[in-house]
């Protein structure tokens, strides 16, 4: 799906739509890792939209930086090039729940806070207690492998996690 043909900035926006593109020099210059500015960063609304976002930046060999709440952007290595930041906060719904069976489905950019609060709710508690607030999202949590003290009793995010549906390097969405 090569698109040399249009600006990929054209190409993006009819992918996850006019609204989810950002290519203002100021919002670009916040965004900056290390001081590599992104030349764009896409919030797709959904993972099949999400899944063609990553199918073009593969295509077009573009450098993908993805990032939740980017309370956890300072660790890894320094990027060396950042053409495509895709932000996950647009990916902010809780699917199902099953409070019965203590089970929840819920999309990457859902935060800590959000999914706290839904549980408790039913009086329910989320055995999360990792540093950074609860602005952070649950993709971020599960990426940066992060954990609080109630990881002694409890167990790690990751221990947590039944299963998990992803977006390939390639854009399949598995």
Not at 96 to 115: E, F, H, K, R, W
Request: net charge negative.
């Amino acid at each position: 799906m090569a698109v040399s043909t249009r600006p990929l900035a054209v190409a993006l926006a009819e992918i996850a739509g006019a609204d989810a593109v950002l290519d203002d020099p100021a919002t670009l210059a916040a965004a900056a890792m290390d001081g590599v500015a992104p030349r764009w960063i896409v919030r797709p609304p959904s993972a099949e939209r999400l899944a063609a976002v990553i199918a073009l930046a593969a295509d077009e060999h573009l450098a993908v930086v993805p990032r939740g709440s980017g309370s956890a952007l300072e660790l890894g290595r320094p990027p060396a090039r950042v053409d495509l930041i895709v932000d996950t906060t647009g990916l902010d719904r809780i699917l199902a729940y099953s409070p019965a069976d203590q089970t929840i489905d819920v999309q990457a950019g859902v935060t800590l806070g959000a999914l706290t609060a839904h549980v408790a709710r039913h009086g329910q508690m989320l055995a999360l207690d990792p540093a950074g607030g609860r602005g952070r999202t649950l993709g971020g949590l599960v990426a940066a492998a992060a954990s609080g003290p109630l990881r002694g009793r409890y167990g790690t995010l990751r221990d947590l996690v039944v299963g998990a549906r992803f977006v390939q390097a390639d854009g399949v969405l598995t």
